[in-house]
Nanobody, 126 residues
Framework: QLQLVQSGGGLVQPGGSLRLSCAASGFALDYATIGWFRQAPGKEREGVSCISPSVVNQRYADSVKGRFAISRDLAKNTVYLHMDKLKPEDTAVYYC???????????????????WGQGTQVTVSS
C-alpha cells in the first residue's frame, strides 16, 4: 500500500524555521519524484518544491526560493522540506505528493499524483 506520512509543522514566529518530513512506505524513493504543495484558506493549492529520484532535478516556487530547501534520506525513505525565514504568507496546510515512475520535476504541479500525505498545518504568526 502506497503511503506518505507527514510530520513537523506547527506555529512559528516570522523569521523562524521549520522542517517538514514526508515518510514513504510501500515504495522506494529511488523510483519516485516527490512534490510539496500548500494551500492557504481561500486560495488555490500551490506547488512549492519538488525533488527527483536522482535529487539532481529540483524545483522551487519563486515565492520560496532562497528560503526553502528540499532534501531526501534514502535510508529513512523520507523527504524533508526545510523552511527558513518564514513569513506570514507561508501560512498554509502543506502536503507532500508522490509520482511513481516519474524521474523529473518538469510537470509536477499538473501531473497525476499516486499518493498524498495527510497534510500538516504551518502557521507563521507573532
Amino acid at each position: 500500500q502506497l503511503q506518505l506520512v507527514q510530520s513537523g509543522g506547527g506555529l512559528v514566529q516570522p523569521g523562524g524555521s521549520l522542517r517538514l518530513s514526508c515518510a514513504a512506505s510501500g515504495f522506494a524513493l529511488d523510483y519516485a519524484t516527490i512534490g510539496w504543495f500548500r494551500q492557504a484558506p481561500g486560495k488555490e493549492r500551490e506547488g512549492v518544491s519538488c525533488i527527483s529520484p536522482s535529487v539532481v532535478n529540483q524545483r522551487y516556487a519563486d515565492s520560496v526560493k532562497g528560503r526553502f530547501a528540499i532534501s531526501r534520506d534514502l535510508a529513512k525513505n523520507t523527504v524533508y522540506l526545510h523552511m527558513d525565514k518564514l513569513k506570514p504568507e507561508d501560512t498554509a496546510v502543506y502536503y507532500c505528493a508522490a509520482y511513481l515512475g516519474v524521474y523529473d520535476c518538469s510537470s509536477y504541479v499538473t501531473s497525476e499524483v499516486d499518493a498524498w500525505g495527510q497534510g500538516t498545518q504551518v502557521t507563521v504568526s507573532s
